[in-house]
């Protein structure tokens, strides 16, 4: 089989050095070209010195006519820039996207949480918003595919098969999340130089983060009922990994071991979720450097009321992994292929 010919933009950032990472161990992929900005006319080892013994290309400017020679863009950009990309796409042209651009199904919305009017409108409806084990079997008719947030993966994945049975309350629920500094992009130490960033655990986006859109829409999505609940993010003295804990009220007549059966079931052909035993420690350090997302239920001392906790790999299962794991699907290939 020919292998696809890929770009990946955004290469140099900690997402696109994660998928060039993953990629050149994928047997179906060629790494036709690496795009960036402040980079362009480097080789991409030296924002990653593991990669110096792989012929890699060395980095251009992003132009569509690059297009022509290849089959699949990765965009791991600045919010924005994945729309313009997509008015450019080929009719053979594949693209997926590590962003916001196409996460969100109403450009209204999109104006509302990310501040700016959306570019690329038409494109949102030929898009799919893909979190592989839930919808991944419906990827395959989209050329533009959009992948989830890194804390929304760690949200939805415990959460939606919940809300799809009616097994918990919808009208408060508490997500506290903490993530590794990573998931702030390179900038991170310029954009924190007052936050003593390696001594010191920070909340931010109170309130109004703009991963909340995404939350809502996607729960409300199985739902069809309002969906309440606060998120705080933390930004935490570890590079990698999310932590989120949520708290749930049960639904009358439900029992903790209809959570656990109901994950259990929902996951027990995916190779990346992982349901571990009712009020099991969990860490993030049991998933970084792979592409799962481990969950345990735990009990309170309120037999109504149960704490979930869900660990991924930011630049993973949170990023790169997943956005593989929809090329993955989207080709036929092994959905596990190039990732374990
Ligand atoms: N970090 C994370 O945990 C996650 C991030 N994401 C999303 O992935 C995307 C990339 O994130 P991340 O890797 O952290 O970001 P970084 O800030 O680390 O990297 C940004 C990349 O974009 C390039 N770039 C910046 N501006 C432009 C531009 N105007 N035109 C072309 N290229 C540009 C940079 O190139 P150069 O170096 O050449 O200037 C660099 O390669 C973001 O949208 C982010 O929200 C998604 C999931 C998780
Ligand atoms: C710690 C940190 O700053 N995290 C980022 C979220 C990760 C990210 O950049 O974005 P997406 O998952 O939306 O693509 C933030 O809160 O903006």
Redesign the pocket.
């Known amino acids: 089989m020919p292998k696809l010919n890929v770009l990946v933009?955004?290469?140099?950032?900690?997402?696109?050095v994660q998928l060039i990472k993953l990629l050149v161990k994928h047997s179906n992929v060629n790494i036709k070209y690496l795009c960036?900005?402040?980079?362009?006319g480097k080789n991409i080892s030296s924002y990653e010195k593991s990669l110096s013994s792989k012929k890699l290309p060395k980095?251009i400017r992003?132009n569509k006519e690059l297009l022509k020679n290849i089959d699949l863009v990765f965009t791991?950009?600045?919010?924005g820039?994945a729309q313009d990309i997509s008015n450019d796409l080929l009719k053979h042209n594949i693209l997926i996207d590590?962003?916001?651009d196409f996460r969100l199904n109403k450009a209204s919305n999109y104006l509302k949480w990310y501040k700016q009017k959306h570019r690329s409108v038409k494109n949102i409806k030929k898009s799919i918003y893909s979190l592989p084990e839930i919808n991944g079997d419906k990827l395959k008719k989209f050329n533009i595919i959009g992948c989830p947030?890194?804390y929304p993966t760690s949200i939805l994945l415990p959460l939606i098969p919940l809300v799809r049975k009616n097994l918990i309350k919808t009208d408060n629920v508490i997500i506290d999340s903490k993530s590794g500094y990573?998931?702030a992009?390179?900038?991170v130490h310029k954009k924190y130089k007052n936050k003593n960033l390696y001594e010191s655990l920070s909340a931010y986006g109170v309130g109004f983060h703009r991963h909340n859109s995404e939350i809502q829409q996607e729960i409300e999505n199985y739902t069809k009922k309002k969906f309440s609940f606060t998120f705080t993010p933390h930004l935490t003295p570890m590079f990698r990994g999310i932590l989120s804990t949520i708290y749930l009220d049960l639904n009358k007549g439900v029992g903790i071991k209809n959570l656990e059966n109901t994950l259990k079931s929902q996951y027990s052909k995916n190779r990346f979720v992982k349901i571990l035993k009712t009020n099991s420690l969990l860490s993030t350090n049991d998933v970084i450097n792979t592409n799962n997302c481990s969950i345990v239920i735990c009990k309170t001392k309120y037999k109504n009321r149960v704490i979930i906790l869900s660990v991924i790999d930011?630049?993973i299962k949170?990023?790169a992994g997943q956005a593989i794991q929809n090329m993955n699907i989207k080709y036929g290939f092994n959905e596990t292929k190039g990732l374990i």
């Open positions: 933009a955004g290469s140099t950032g900690y997402i696109g960036g900005n402040t980079s362009v980095i992003y791991a950009l600045p919010n820039e590590l962003a916001a947030g890194c990573s998931g992009g390179r900038g930011n630049l949170g990023g």
